[in-house]
């Protein structure tokens, strides 16, 4: 009898890598893109168990997974060890590394040297950069340079106490304008696609209609390309206040606080582990060790009995 309860699974033979072309004939066809960061094997096993498309190692992971309070304090050194956890864990989406802030900014050579760096040292396929301006020129270079690039407009975490705080982007009529060029500079530059966060919908609609490549939102309404959400976020690991675009799909907090405790409960009254969790050994093995322990025993405690003079 059915349980009733569907697996989400995608079987790994009916999958086949994702590449740039497939997602560009996706964007083209209207089929909808799936994109969710991950920032660990676990996290990437996970989403590739759930056919994802695109897994981004995204910088969030700066406030989700190493405890800092703001996304600009992660070092490429970091992103790096978690880029390569997630490329263990990836057989068919196409994984994206997130250039963290002060990597790039600086110059067309710095920006690609550390493009490669991701590249080479955690095997993602892309890298994302964010905001119009300079990151425009960087993302032309880096493009230049063989590496494919995603851009990300609107909320960019990275400078968002410039922006004036984590607050939608692109509400005035200036500012859906400069946003809109920016968008257009990033796919003349050469980006494959480009990310827009917390946006409103219409305007985020409007751009993207105007854009040949692929558009992914993040609160940005449903008019792009496909959709990202964080992984911590979709699953409900992190905990507080979250961004109104945030939908749960379960409580794993609270699921992994109330397994967490019955284990301590257990551990305190004794019920674990219990004979089903340990190891036998054979009767004859046992009766030979205990033998010798207490040959042991006895050789100590006569050691013990010899009564030793200080040395004059």
């Known amino acids: 009898m059915s349980s009733g309860v569907r697996s989400h699974t995608v079987p790994q033979a009916d999958r086949v890598a994702m590449t740039l072309p497939r997602l560009q004939e996706m964007k083209e066809n209207g089929e909808p893109i799936v994109m969710v960061t991950a920032y660990d094997f676990?996290?990437?096993?996970?989403?590739?168990?759930?056919?994802?498309?695109?897994?981004?190692?995204?910088?969030?992971?700066a406030n989700v997974v190493l405890g800092y309070d703001r996304t600009d304090l992660v070092s490429m050194e970091e992103m790096i060890v978690l880029g390569r956890a997630v490329r263990r864990g990836l057989k068919t989406a196409l994984m994206i590394g997130d250039m963290p802030m002060g990597s790039y900014e600086a110059s067309d050579e710095l920006a690609i040297t550390n493009a490669q760096r991701l590249i080479k040292e955690t095997g993602c396929q892309a890298v994302?950069?964010?905001?119009?301006?300079?990151?425009?020129?960087?993302?032309?270079?880096?493009?230049?340079?063989?590496?494919?690039?995603?851009?990300?407009?609107?909320?960019?975490?990275?400078?968002?106490?410039?922006?004036?705080?984590?607050?939608?982007?692109?509400?005035?009529?200036?500012?859906?304008?400069q946003m809109s060029e920016d968008a257009r500079a990033l796919q003349d530059a050469g980006c494959f696609a480009v990310?827009?966060?917390?946006?409103?919908?219409?305007i985020a609609a409007t751009i993207a209609a105007r854009l040949d490549i692929i558009t992914i939102g993040i609160g940005?309404?449903?008019?792009?390309?496909?959709?990202?959400?964080?992984?911590?976020?979709?699953?409900?690991?992190?905990?507080?206040?979250m961004a109104k675009f945030v939908k749960r799909y379960a409580d794993v907090h609270e699921e992994m606080v109330a397994a967490v405790g019955r284990y301590a409960a257990e551990v305190r009254g004794g019920s674990f582990p219990g004979p089903e969790h340990a190891y036998a050994i054979d009767e004859e093995e046992l009766a030979e060790f205990r033998s010798h322990v207490e040959v042991e025993e006895d050789a100590f405690a006569s050691a013990k009995s010899w009564e030793w003079e200080p040395l004059a």
Do not use: C, N, W
Request: avoid cysteine.
């Open 42 to 61: 676990p996290s990437a096993t996970v989403a590739e168990a759930a056919g994802v498309d695109l897994v981004l190692v995204g910088d969030s992971a």
């Open 195 to 202: 990310v827009f966060e917390a946006v409103p919908a219409e």
């Open 128 to 177: 994302k950069l964010e905001a119009g301006g300079v990151s425009v020129q960087r993302a032309k270079a880096i493009v230049a340079a063989g590496i494919p690039v995603m851009g990300h407009l609107g909320l960019t975490p990275q400078t968002a106490t410039a922006l004036g705080g984590y607050k939608a982007q692109g509400k005035s009529a200036k500012a859906a304008i």
């Open 220 to 241: 940005a309404g449903a008019a792009t390309s496909g959709q990202v959400l964080v992984f911590h976020d979709l699953l409900g690991i992190t905990t507080g206040h």
